[in-house]
């Protein structure tokens, strides 16, 4: 938490995770085009955030694209913010974000940009066959990914689906590549109400990554058609996932959230 707090102490730095907020899978000069700086200075602000797991790259071609991470700022958010001042720090929040996106609009004429995919990752003290266990077996994924349970034989070719208790679906999918405990790959159809139901299926790729006693866990959601309801939706709730799991495997218990 400590890195992620020297990471956020930075006005520019803090800008880079707007731009990113607002428009993902940006180069270096895409960024560096909105900062008062040199390339140079633009480049030692994004080491910065990438050291601190607030942005991930990934490579397309010759170009280097930089997404934002932000479930480090979700768990601040539930260590100290939801357990100590949630009301006012949320009203505070709502006021601030408006101010800000009220100067940005001003001083800007930055486009929406469609988004072909969205990338998060978290570093989980566990085993990587006891994160494959989390990610692939019904009784766990209900404690972390939105009470739904998870049902497929993981063998490339087959159908996944991820259900409510009530069985009502809330997705499904296909599998396409199978290396446990390392990478998982399947299609994803959100279904859990009409406006992403009317989404086309885009493809989930989890990445489980040893390092040590933990393992970089890396989930990224690709294949969006543009600004889907599903991508706003994935943008705003695979924070929450990511953090369940790593709590649900840290301490065996659920992660409980305010608000």
Known sequence: METVFRALSDPHRRALLDLLFHADGRTLAELDAHLPMTRFGTM????VLESAGLVLTRRAGRKKLHYLNPVPIRLIHDRWIDKY????AGSLGDLEREVEETAMNRTSN????TLPRHAHEVIIRASAEQIWEAITRAERTRDYFHGTLVASDWKPGSPLTY???DGKPAAEGTVLEVERPRRLVHSFSALWDDEVARDPAHTVVWT??????ACRVTVEHRGFEGETATLMS???GL???LSGLKTLLETGERLEIGG
């Not at 030692?44 to 080491?47: A, E, S, T």
């Not at 001042?85 to 006012?88: F, G, I, K, V």
């Not at 930055?110 to 940009?113: E, F, G, S, V």
Request: charged share 20%; net charge neutral.
């Open 208 to 213: 489980i990554e040893p390092l040590g006693a």
């Open 234 to 236: 994935v943008r705003e």
């Open 239 to 241: 924070s929450v996932i």
């Open 85 to 88: 001042a949630e009301p006012w």
């Open 110 to 113: 930055m486009a929406t940009a």
């Open 44 to 47: 030692k602000h994004l080491k």
């Open 163 to 165: 259900a409510y208790p």
